[in-house]
């Protein structure tokens, strides 16, 4: 499988930090994640094709481990669709205590990124999803920047396309923020109503992708 090229958060710096010079870099780099994880989930920008061989019933690791699946679009396991449901619903074998059978009818992210089919069964297994940064923190993992939290990327393409909308959707989270010397509702304001506008016209236009084909497959909220 291939997924996106990765960028760091640090990319979208340039377009925040001088805007609020007194904002401490880590809690604008997160915010520049939640910002990034918003646009990805409210404009399904980030969409991946991803296969698998699915041996385990424990799943397999289908997303890159600074992403997580927010919703599947289609998927099938040896050509067979599957249906897209909440871990939950199926009544999994080690809720019931009780081993369930038969061709696998559903699948659903047991973990970040890990995904398994209900009733269990190997194959093939082939995902169209839309994913988003992760939630979370992961420090530690870079030895030359211990400090670095991995989790801090969103895909390269976004830096590239939406770079001054997701600075805005950073900039209203930090402006919003109660008591500091950064804190400016009234520019807060402006900053969100840019970014919403750019959610709101992205939002059809990256369903529909940039060949402008009508949308055929009806996503599946996680």
């Not at 449901?85 to 696998?104: K, L, M, S």
């Not at 420090?139 to 390269?156: C, F, I, K, R």
Request: with cysteine; net charge negative; glycine share 4%.
């Amino acid at each position: 499988m291939s997924f996106a090229m990765t960028a760091s958060v640090d990319e979208l710096m340039p377009y925040i930090l001088p805007k609020v010079p007194t904002v401490p870099l880590p809690y604008a780099q997160f915010q520049a994640r939640l910002a990034a994880i918003e646009f990805c989930e409210r404009t399904r920008c980030w969409r991946q094709v991803l296969t698998s061989n699915l041996n385990s019933s424990k799943g397999c690791m289908l997303a890159p481990l600074n992403a997580t699946i927010h919703e599947f679009e289609e998927a099938t396991l040896d050509g067979n669709l599957l249906t897209p449901t909440q871990f939950t619903d199926v009544e999994p074998d080690e809720i019931t205590g009780e081993e369930n059978t038969g061709p696998a009818k559903y699948i659903t992210q047991i973990s970040p990124g890990t995904v398994s089919v209900y009733p269990f069964e190997k194959g093939k297994l082939r995902v169209s999803c839309f994913l988003k940064p992760r939630h979370g923190q992961a420090v530690g993992l870079d030895q030359d920047n211990p400090l670095d939290d991995a989790y801090n990327v969103l895909p390269e393409f976004m830096v590239t396309q939406y770079a001054e909308k997701l600075a805005d959707g950073a900039l209203w989270r930090i402006m919003s923020t109660n008591n500091q010397p950064f804190t400016d509702l009234e520019m807060a304001a402006v900053h969100r109503q840019a970014f919403e506008s750019a959610c709101n016209t992205h939002f059809g236009s990256n369903l529909r992708g940039q060949q402008r084909a009508p949308v055929r497959v009806k996503p599946r909220w996680m």
